[in-house]
């Protein structure tokens, strides 16, 4: 005869009528057992302390487990010929796994020991009940917290769809949002699985839900987390900055633990199956349109399997009112990188130029660029800001360069006029006249000469040189510079100016004593000698 396990009830029932007087056959005619069987539990009962007169209330659960416990566990049939050749080589199987063998190896390895075979299944229960191969840790149900305390979010891949820029078909991928509390979800369709593609899904499920979460837990995609960690994880920067700006706390779920966000995890096949599969949108815009109806109705109107209520009637009656504020503006996505400060003071990023104070020529700076600013960081410390530039660009603050080459870096024929001003008027109106051309720049190196005679010979005599020149129309640097080495800037020029001409020649006059011609004086004969 097969063996079948009995009851609970069954041997309760037999208990009750052995109770009431009736024999051992009686009672397992009652109870629908064999009548040794009914002997064994009846036995099994006097021995943990039933006494026949006593009432029906000795039978509690307590007595009945310990009765059905103590029969099966020396029941006939309970262990077969494999599991005693299981248990005779217990501590070989033990090492065997141990080594990391697999269970099919270690079966073959076991039968060549016994030398006759040892059924399969036998071993795998064996393995798992008593020296815990593949024995699943327990697990416990998480609460789904307060409403609008969390969402869970995962990437997953739904199939092929027709790219509009290119016209190749490429993988359709869905960021999953789902409420913990109302199970209610959205799903945002990209292409790629970029920083950019998931904050604008977030800002897209933001708006879905008509506010945001105070918790989010994604999984550990690129784009969030730079360095997975159970216990500290390193978020990326771009993330972590946008989670700032909006005020929600992110804590990313382990590394291969989907218990870790169950919420959402079967949400990604059950949106491929149900909402992609079978499908033939032409574009990802058309999916995205009908992914969101799909959320609001089919998703939001089924009945959830765990909770047995209407996502979509839950979220709108208990959690919507709890969310925080949604945005109202759009979240400006900035770039992040490094630069090297070349020797030009200039940084390229974006391929556009920017420039960098002189003192930080050769350092490597942290860059970050959003759609209207430029900002340069060395250890944390900010050190230049810019406008945002298009590609080709370049945005150069004179205040980088050095006070010396500044006006000839930017060009700048005021400044050099400004300081020849300051030595004197003369020597002001000297570098005006002297860069009143239509290319100024090209004369930027006889001001920069004009200006270091000043700093060589002094303010004053450079003014007083400058008055002479410009008295007599000659704008040259360099007579300038010889008339200061011949200390001619005082000699008088009074002689010049009375030998007539146009102010155009009197540069190449000579006085009347080179011109004078000495006659020897007459001799007493009258004749000249």
């Not at 070989?92 to 073959?108: M, P």
């Not at 929600?248 to 491929?272: G, L, Q």
């Not at 990188?337 to 030009?344: N, P, S």
């Not at 003369?426 to 006889?446: F, I, K, Q, S």
Request: charged share 30%; with cysteine; net charge positive.
């Amino acid at each position: 005869m097969a063996f079948r396990e009995v009851e609970v009830v069954e041997v309760k029932e037999v208990l009750r009528q052995w109770l009431r007087g009736k024999g051992y056959r009686e009672a397992a005619r009652l109870g629908q057992v064999e009548r040794k069987t009914a002997r064994r539990y009846v036995e099994a009962a006097v021995a943990l302390g039933l006494c026949r007169r006593g009432g029906e209330e000795q039978l509690t659960d307590e007595l009945v487990g310990g009765v059905v416990a103590s029969v099966r566990s020396s029941g006939p049939g309970i262990r077969g010929r494999s599991w005693a050749k299981c248990v005779k080589h217990k501590e070989f199987l033990d090492v065997q796994l141990k080594k990391g063998l697999t269970l099919t190896k270690t079966h073959v390895l076991l039968q060549r020991r016994e030398g006759s075979a040892v059924a399969y299944r036998t071993l795998h229960r064996f393995a798992t009940e008593e020296l815990g191969f593949h024995r699943r840790a327990p697990t416990v149900r998480v609460d789904d917290g307060k409403p609008g305390g969390e969402v869970q979010v995962d990437f997953g891949r739904l199939g092929l769809l027709r790219d509009e820029q290119t016209g190749r078909k490429r993988y359709v991928w869905a960021l999953v949002f789902t409420a913990c509390y109302s199970r209610h979800m959205f799903l945002w369709l990209c292409f790629r699985q970029q920083l950019e593609d998931v904050i604008a899904g977030f800002e897209a499920a933001w708006a879905f839900f008509g506010g945001m979460f105070e918790v989010v837990i994604p999984d550990n995609m690129k784009p969030i987390v730079d360095r997975a960690d159970p216990c500290d994880p390193r978020f990326n920067v771009g993330f972590l900055e946008y989670a700032q700006a909006r005020g929600f706390t992110a804590d990313p779920a382990r590394v291969r633990h989907p218990k870790d966000k169950p919420r959402v995890e079967r949400m990604v096949p059950y949106a491929r199956d149900s909402f992609f599969a079978g499908e033939d949108f032409q574009s990802l815009e058309e999916a995205q349109e009908a992914a969101e109806v799909w959320c609001r109705t089919q998703a939001g109107e089924r009945r959830h399997g765990t909770t047995q209520k209407h996502p979509f009637e839950v979220f709108a009656a208990e959690e919507q009112a709890h969310l925080l504020p949604a945005p109202t503006a759009p979240y400006d996505v900035p770039d992040y990188g490094d630069a090297l400060v070349g020797d030009d003071h200039h940084i390229t990023f974006g391929n556009a130029l920017y420039s960098v104070p002189t003192e930080y020529i050769g350092e490597r700076v942290e860059v970050r660029a959003d759609r209207h600013l430029v900002r340069m960081y060395l250890k944390g410390k900010l050190v230049k800001t810019h406008a945002r530039k298009p590609a080709g660009g370049r945005s150069t603050d004179p205040n980088d360069y050095p006070e010396e080459v500044r006006a000839y870096a930017t060009r700048n024929t005021e400044g050099f006029e400004a300081r020849a001003r300051e030595a004197g008027p003369n020597v002001g109106e000297y570098l005006r006249r002297l860069l009143d051309c239509p290319a100024p720049w090209t004369r930027m190196r006889l001001a920069y000469r004009l200006l270091g005679l000043v700093k060589r010979y002094g303010a004053t005599r450079v003014d007083a040189a400058c008055a002479k020149a410009l008295e007599l129309d000659v704008v040259d640097v360099m007579r300038i510079e010889r008339m200061l080495e011949r200390a001619l800037e005082t000699a008088p020029a009074a002689s010049v100016a009375q030998a007539g001409g146009s102010a155009s020649t009197l540069r190449f006059l000579r006085p009347e004593s080179d011109f004078a011609t000495c006659r020897p004086p007459a001799s007493p004969g009258g004749r000249d000698e």
